[in-house]
């Protein structure tokens, strides 16, 4: 048997991979006996909380959030002023502090006492409750199970995470050959 590799061989017996380069130049047999090779990757690693958290919600609802709470605060600033409500309100600190108590489910420092004040009380809280049901149920199930990063699935992906691996060492002379990636 002459030297495969510089492409001198008429036949070829043993062990050898069909490579996508040789079954063009040549015509396999029926193989009386194959080989698996199997590719062990690690598990995905486990998100973090914090990350989970902020992906209860999509970017838009959480901007979508605080520009909520900004207008509602400034609001509230606004006709607390205008009817000389209790000074619960009248500042623009005041008013946060009372605006992020409600969004929190926590009782205000005092209630308002002006009707379109109260209104805009009622109407805060309903939404608050109901965002806060939604976060409330996310949050539970991310806190039982965080989740998981994606699993690597092709091997292109695998020499793209990084990861270093091992070979048997028979097989490294197959890799020049492969056509598995321009690198």
Do not use: H
Request: hydrophobic share 45%.
């Amino acid at each position: 048997m002459q030297n495969l590799w510089t492409r001198e061989a008429d036949i070829v017996f043993g062990c050898f991979p069909l490579l996508v380069e040789e079954i063009n130049k040549s015509e396999p047999t029926f193989p009386y006996f194959s080989m698996k090779l199997s590719c062990f990757v690690p598990c995905p690693k486990p998100l973090s909380r914090l990350q989970r958290i902020y992906n209860i919600f999509s970017p838009s609802v959480w901007f979508a959030i605080v520009i909520v709470l900004f207008l509602v605060t400034v609001a509230s600033w606004c006709l607390a002023k205008q009817s000389n409500d209790s000074r619960s309100y009248t500042t623009m600190s005041s008013a946060l502090y009372n605006i992020w108590a409600m969004t929190f489910g926590v009782s205000v420092t005092r209630m308002p006492r002006c009707v379109r004040l109260k209104f805009l009380f009622v109407y805060f809280v309903w939404y608050c409750s109901t965002i806060s049901t939604i976060f409330q149920t996310f949050l539970t199930r991310f806190l039982v199970d965080p989740g998981y990063g994606s699993q690597l699935k092709s091997l292109d992906e695998i020499l793209d995470s990084g990861i270093e691996f091992g070979y048997a060492d028979e097989l490294s002379e197959l890799f020049p050959y492969s056509q598995i990636r321009d690198t």
